[in-house]
T-cell receptor
Framework: KAGVTQTPRYLIKTRGQQVTLSCSPISGHRSVSWYQQTPGQGLQFLFEYFSETQRNKGNFPGRFSGRQFSNSRSEMNVSTLELGDSALYLC???????????FGEGSRLTVL | AQSVTQPDIHITVSEGASLELRCNYS??????LFWYVQSPGQGLQLLLKYFSGDTLVQGIKGFEAEFKRSQSSFNLRKPSVHWSDAAEYFCAVEKTQAGTALIFGKGTTLSVSS
């Protein structure tokens, strides 16, 4: 069974630009969640989607958004990038509501 | 507010020695608790989880953790560490009524010396 796939793995943007990250969950998993990982703040929950609906949202500004498609694939978008948005963005999928999260290898975003 | 504290930022253990990584949580009810491991350049992998029942939980790679409600702790242990265990370890608690949203501790980096 293929794991969680995130694309792109690495990207460099400049301040003010926007970025879209993609996540393909494990087949059969309907929940996809996103986390931001930085050295200073650690792992922080961004949002979770289940059956194309945002089920939960973390404490991030509105510049961070996401969506989920009917095939459970998910994208997250960050608009008007700031230097502080440089981070590893991790996507995780889950089969059940209170179950194990399966993480992808992440997309490393550098904002210059 | 829910929170997870991992008091040790970095631990070094000799290969073959035992290991204990500490985790304390703040949570109003019975928590769902997890330990994840992250190797450099990789995503996170679940080692073990506690939902209810037996307070001693067995995980993969020879790890175990004990849930102690009285101490609000969920410490991770391994009797004999291997060099391949060198990684960063994260303790997490599931947010209340929030699907699969997790609150993570800041992590403990484990180094293994020969």
């Amino acid at each position: 069974k293929a794991g969680v796939t995130q694309t792109p793995r690495y990207l460099i943007k400049t301040r003010g630009q926007q970025v879209t990250l993609s996540c393909s969950p494990i087949s059969g998993h309907r929940s996809v969640s996103w986390y931001q990982q930085t050295p200073g703040q650690g792992l922080q929950f961004l949002f979770e989607y289940f059956s194309e609906t945002q089920r939960n949202k973390g404490n991030f500004p509105g510049r961070f958004s996401g969506r989920q498609f009917s095939n459970s694939r998910s994208e997250m978008n960050v608009s008007t990038l700031e230097l502080g948005d440089s981070a590893l963005y991790l996507c995780a999928s889950s089969f059940s509501e209170a179950g194990e999260l399966f993480f992808g290898e992440g997309s490393r975003l550098t904002v210059l | 507010a829910q929170s997870v504290t991992q008091p040790d930022i970095h631990i070094t253990v000799s290969e073959g020695a035992s290991l204990e990584l500490r985790c304390n949580y703040s949570y109003g009810a019975t928590p769902y608790l997890f330990w994840y491991v992250q190797s450099p350049g990789q995503g996170l992998q679940l080692l073990l989880k506690y939902f209810s029942g037996d307070t001693l939980v067995q995980g993969i790679k020879g790890f175990e953790a004990e849930f102690k409600r009285s101490q609000s702790s969920f410490n991770l242990r391994k009797p004999s560490v291997h060099w391949s265990d060198a990684a960063e370890y994260f303790c997490a608690v599931e947010k209340t009524q929030a699907g699969t949203a997790l609150i993570f501790g800041k992590g403990t980096t484990l180094s293994v010396s020969s």
